[in-house]
Nanobody
Framework: QVQLVESGGGLVQPGGSLRLSCAAS????????IGWFRQAPGKEREFVAS????????GYADSVKGRFTISRDNANNTVNLQMNSLKPEDTALYYC?????????????????WGEGTLVTVSS
């Protein structure tokens, strides 16, 4: 069992940046494949980015590729999502999730543990 807590959300202007963190208690995050997902009001939860256990291979949704970067900070037992060039359409509740599966393609139904989410609002 691992408990996940997201932080770093907030209000930012279009073109701005935010850095989200996913912290874990109880287990070492490097043992898990981690995914970031988001859910905007009235929309389904969607995949944003992932980092695979072991190899550290990363994956991104087309909508965020080139703007978002997922990385591990093993010293602090966190997985971070650096979000640059934010757009109003990035506004959503952002969740991190973890799975024991050593997978490259991450989907919500494959994740074993979820955090409560952190809200990102991109607006002028």
């Amino acid at each position: 069992q691992v408990q996940l807590v997201e932080s770093g959300g907030g209000l930012v202007q279009p073109g701005g940046s935010l850095r989200l963190s996913c912290a874990a208690s109880g287990r070492t995050l490097s043992s898990y494949t981690i995914g970031w997902f988001r859910q905007a009001p009235g929309k389904e939860r969607e995949f944003v980015a992932s980092i695979r256990r072991g190899t550290g291979t990363t994956g991104y949704a087309d909508s965020v590729k080139g703007r978002f970067t997922i990385s591990r900070d093993n010293a602090n037992n966190t997985v971070n999502l650096q979000m640059n060039s934010l757009k109003p359409e990035d506004t959503a509740l952002y969740y991190c999730a973890a799975t024991y599966r050593n997978i490259l393609t991450v989907a919500a139904n494959l994740m074993d543990f979820w955090g409560e989410g952190t809200l990102v609002t991109v607006s002028s």
